[in-house]
């Protein structure tokens, strides 16, 4: 429902209008809209440009992002993670968690500017490579040249593809389908041997605790061996196999065994590399050689490098890191218990600190740094209900996102006293009452509910907490999505709309039911959110199915009032309706 350059949005669609897109495109008279050049905050403080197309640009965006959908999804790469279909950040992440142990170095390369830079003739090369229709490649051209209007001024637009456009992200994983291509050649060429050699100290006490055993051995067979000379071999044995579980199986330095790790999300990158740091250097300037040559696409100098895998780096809100467990574990193996040394170079998943603190500090929780946590005001207005699930909406989608981590309780545990201690705060503000008193309505056991009632029957919401959090692998689309109740901030309070059953005036109880908003609400566009929100819900309201809903702001009158008319004499049947402005009564499902 965002309007374009022309104001319209898809309210009001019709077969029609389709079949009036149709034909320009069959006789080639369409031509893209400008885009709408709006800006949205970043986290580093600057400022998003995203592009709004206008609704027959964002319908015709569809049909070109399906079609080349069913073109490119079989030949992209498996490294390649954005948005495609079963594929998140998760899966991103998890791949790297499965097949990145062991690396040495991590290769995070930033792009500057990727969308704004796309060159369009290389776009369009690659495109008229696997599409012969000249007039689908001419197309997506005047999509990508259609330009931006920025504070009523006309720019074109030379290079990039506006973000927020439907079809953009398709165009960049085409775009950098190349690069996929060019990292999966350095792949087979990079890799060499099949595992590596063993260590200097592993080899001799290998050989030391070798020779011993069969030494035991054949004083055992002579049946004469000294008891003394055994129990000191035996010793010697155990001595040799905790110091081999101190030392490296393998040599991690191994000149003749190297790997090389790479996985993409959009414009995110990221590479791993078993080998030298010499090795990784140079494969970073044979990236970044590729990306300016063929792409032409540059790399931030400062955002970019190689970073050690010990310390890590970060990669779509996570820290990828490498760490080694030096505790040897017992285990079974070839069928018998025995003693193995912990795990080197384990690819680990991190919540970074700096995330949590930003998040719990947007949300206006409180203050973290001074642990202090504290009501959100502009929730005053909303009822129980709403609160809680507005603090679950939030918390929950958030400690999702992070659930991969390893350590997501531990770096999550502060950042979940804020969400509970914040909501019952806003709570006991809104009815004047004591935080102790709001835990003690809420507690049942160790989870906190709000109780409403929608007719005769009983409800209950929980407060979402950390310890409800399931650690597992989640896909696209499995995010934060309730089950039973969705919070949305809309006019008509929750529970007001499960309880619309029976419309008031017809009487019907068998169709889907709207709440009406009677009277008109005051101009409060400078009185914030807050206020309007607050005089918007104590105004009059009635429950009305739908053809009656759409009857009122007709201003048609009830079969009542059809009766009073015609006993009247009255030739008008509509007199005693009452017109009702429907652009200045909101009215909410």
């Known amino acids: 429902m965002t309007p374009g350059v022309d104001g319209e949005t898809f309210d009001g669609f019709s077969p029609e209008k389709v079949s ?72 991103a992440l998890e791949s790297i968690r499965a097949q990145w142990t062991g690396v040495k170095w991590l290769i995070d390369v930033d792009v500057v ?113 000294d008891p003394q000379k055994i129990d000191s071999m035996l010793e010697e044995i155990g001595r040799l196999k905790a110091e081999r579980a101190t030392v490296p199986a393998s040599d991690a330095l191994d000149p003749n065994y190297r790997r090389l790790r790479y996985c993409r999300y959009a414009d995110d990158f990221l590479i791993g590399v078993t080998g030298s740091k010499a090795e990784a250097r140079q494969l970073m300037d044979e990236v970044r050689v590729f990306l300016a040559d063929t792409l032409k696409l540059e790399i931030s100098a400062e955002k970019s490098g190689i970073r050690k895998a010990t310390d890590g780096a970060r990669f779509l809100g996570y820290q990828v890191c490498t760490s080694t467990n030096r505790n040897p574990h017992k285990a079974i193996f070839s069928g018998r218990p025995t003693l193995r040394r912990g795990l080197a170079d384990r690819l680990r998943l991190r919540v970074p600190r700096d995330r949590v603190v930003r998040f719990v500090n947007d949300k206006g929780w409180g203050d973290y740094e001074a642990f202090q946590p504290r009501g959100r005001p502009e929730l005053r207005f909303a009822s129980d209900v709403e609160i809680v699930l507005a603090y679950n909406a939030q918390w929950r989608g958030f400690a999702n996102y992070y659930a991969l981590a390893d350590d997501v309780k531990r770096k999550l545990n502060k950042g979940g006293y804020f969400a509970l201690f914040s909501c019952v705060k806003t709570i006991a503000s809104k009815h004047r009452t004591s935080v102790r008193s709001v835990f003690a309505r809420m507690r049942r056991g160790t989870d906190f509910f709000i109780r409403f009632e929608v007719g005769d029957e009983a409800r209950a919401i929980k407060l979402w907490q950390l310890k409800d959090l399931r650690q597992h692998v989640r896909t696209w689309g499995g995010i934060d999505i309730p089950r039973s109740t969705q919070f949305v901030f809309s006019r008509t309070e929750l529970v007001e709309r499960l309880n619309a059953r029976q419309c008031e005036r017809c009487g019907r109880e068998d169709l889907p039911c709207e709440v009406h908003h009677v009277r008109r609400i005051a101009e409060m566009a400078h009185a914030g959110l807050s206020r309007s929100m607050r005089a918007a819900r104590q105004r009059k309201r009635a429950v009305l199915c739908v053809p009656c809903h759409n009857a009122v702001h007709a201003g048609q009158p009830t079969d009542r009032q059809r009766r009073i008319a015609r006993s009247r004499g009255e030739p008008d049947a509509l007199k005693g309706a009452r017109p009702v402005r429907r652009g200045a009564e909101q009215c909410s499902q």
Not at 142 to 171: C, F, N
Not at 204 to 211: A, D, E, V
Request: net charge positive; hydrophobic share 35%.
């Open 20 to 91: 009036s897109i149709i034909d320009r495109l069959a006789d080639g008279s369409y031509r893209p809209k400008p885009v709408r050049r709006v800006y949205i905050p970043k986290a580093n403080g600057k400022k998003r440009p995203l592009g709004v197309p206008t609704t027959e640009d964002k319908l015709v965006q569809e049909v070109v992002r399906t079609l080349l959908e069913e073109i490119y999804e079989p030949l992209f790469s498996q490294h390649s993670h954005g948005f495609r279909t079963r594929r998140s950040c998760h899966t």
């Open 113 to 225: 500017g990727f969308f704004d830079n796309i060159d369009h003739d290389v776009l369009i090369g690659l495109l008229e490579r696997r599409i012969a229709d000249r007039r689908f490649v001419r197309l997506v051209r005047g999509l990508l040249k259609a330009g931006y209007i920025e504070d009523w001024v006309y720019h074109r637009t030379y290079s990039g593809t506006p973000q927020g456009g439907v079809v953009s992200p398709m165009l960049a994983n085409i775009y950098l389908h190349e690069l996929d291509l060019f990292v999966q050649e350095r792949i087979a060429s990079f890799t060499k041997g099949d595992k590596r050699a063993r260590s200097k100290d592993s080899r001799r006490i290998g050989l030391r605790t070798c020779y011993l055993r069969k030494q035991l051995d054949a004083k055992r067979a002579k049946g004469h061996a």
